[in-house]
């Protein structure tokens, strides 16, 4: 089945400096990916959907400057946490939609859990 | 707009009894709505989904989940728990507008956390 494989799965990082994390889907064009952060013991929020060739949405709240995704490829697209600060830990969730129609399913990674010291 | 209530953050059951998960939902278009379920630090696994179909929806892993549009809700149930289903548990509804609906952006809930006791 399809798969979608999220690297690393888990980082430590000091404040100030900046984390990228990728998201690739093994076995199929993406054109669409979507990032979430995860709190502990809550839910997943969007923060923004990731358009292959395109800029990509951010959900309202969500620093453009500091989370900066690039989907350079129907394969990849990457969340680069920049001047990371401790507030910045989470875990952080990648989802790519299969290329075609708007009823493609989604796909998960197994997501980075993200440690700013 | 679209959201999700799930009703319990945390349920506990023995192994061997059934399980319900409850999900309410509210939409201002014909929804489709998904329950998925994520084991410690892993990703997320969609356990079935409702798209306009049948309102009663079987799922991997024994689990199903009634569509009931008077009740604006989409329960999970599974009648027998076993130590394996200890997760975390989504209800998800799509924000999609129709006709195209299906999954675009996906609104989750705040998530239950089943225990399974032996």
């Known amino acids: 089945g399809a798969v979608v494989s999220q690297h690393p799965s888990r980082v430590i990082c000091k404040s100030g400096t900046s984390v990228k994390i990728e998201c690739r889907s093994l076995?199929?064009?993406?054109?669409?990916m979507f990032w979430y952060r995860q709190f502990p013991k809550q839910s997943l929020m969007l923060m923004a959907t990731?358009?292959?060739?395109?800029?990509?949405?951010?959900e309202q709240g969500v620093e453009k400057d500091k989370f900066l995704i690039n989907h350079a490829s129907l394969t990849l697209s990457t969340l680069t946490v920049t001047s990371a600060h401790p507030e910045d830990s989470s875990f952080y969730i990648c989802?790519?939609?299969?290329?075609?129609?708007?009823?493609?399913?989604?796909?998960f990674g197994n997501g980075t859990r993200l440690t700013v010291t | 707009a679209q959201s999700v209530t799930q009703l319990d953050s945390h349920v506990s059951v023995s192994e061997g009894t059934p399980v319900l998960l409850r999900c309410n939902y509210s939409?201002?278009?014909?929804?489709?709505l998904f329950w998925y379920v994520q084991h410690p630090n892993k990703g997320l696994q969609l356990l079935l989904k409702y798209t306009s179909a049948a309102t009663l929806v079987k799922g991997i892993n024994g689990f199903e989940a009634e569509f009931k549009k008077s009740e604006t809700s989409f329960h999970l149930t599974k009648p027998s728990a076993h130590m394996s289903d200890a997760a975390e548990y989504f209800c998800?509804?799509?924000?999609?507008?129709?006709?195209?609906?299906?999954?675009?952006?996906?609104?989750f809930g705040a998530g239950t956390r089943l225990a399974v006791h032996p």
């Open positions: 990731s358009n292959e060739g395109s800029k990509a949405t951010y």
């Open positions: 998800v509804v799509s924000d999609g507008l129709p006709p195209s609906g299906g999954y675009n952006k996906l609104i």
């Open positions: 076995d199929f064009q993406a054109t669409t």
């Open positions: 989802s790519a939609r299969k290329g075609g129609t708007d009823n493609s399913p989604l796909h």
């Open positions: 939409s201002s278009y014909s929804p489709s």
